[in-house]
């Protein structure tokens, strides 16, 4: 299991990330973000976690929503410049949305790889760990930790 949490988002707050959670499971990769407050029932809002190994695999999984309903549940190999749409989706539930991704399409990641998880809303970025204008290429956190 790894887990990335952003301090100081509130109910408050403009709609954002609060953590994002991965765990190995026997059907493949679990990703749960979760939010500040439930998301808007406007707009476009994608869940996203970028994974790459020290090689060169880096695939992007994503949950995509439009209006509250989801419209993309994908997984992109940005080496092969391919995508692979699933089937099924991921799970809402309040503030949380949940997804496995499936062990056959994410095979490539194998032992430790790095990661990072963004929101984006009407195509502003949030990311965990949050980016820093001293560091232009991203954080990133290992998996397993």
Do not use: H
């Amino acid at each position: 299991m790894a887990k990335c949490e952003i301090d100081g988002v509130t109910a408050g707050d403009p709609f954002g990330l609060t953590f994002t959670r991965l765990v190995r499971t026997n059907n493949g990769l679990l990703v749960e973000w979760e939010t500040n407050r439930p998301m808007p029932p406007s707009g476009d809002v994608l869940y996203v976690v970028d994974a790459f190994d020290e090689g060169d695999v880096f695939l992007q999984l994503g949950v995509e929503y439009l209006g509250g309903a989801q419209i993309a549940f994908y997984v992109f190999d940005s080496t092969a410049a391919y995508q692979t749409n699933l089937d099924g989706g991921a799970v809402r539930n309040g503030n949380r949305i949940e997804a496995i991704f499936p062990q056959d399409e994410i095979a490539d990641l194998k032992g430790r790889f790095r990661w990072l998880s963004a929101l984006s809303v009407r195509g502003d970025d949030v990311t965990c760990p949050a980016q820093r204008s001293s560091d232009p290429l991203g954080r990133t956190l290992a998996f397993p930790q």
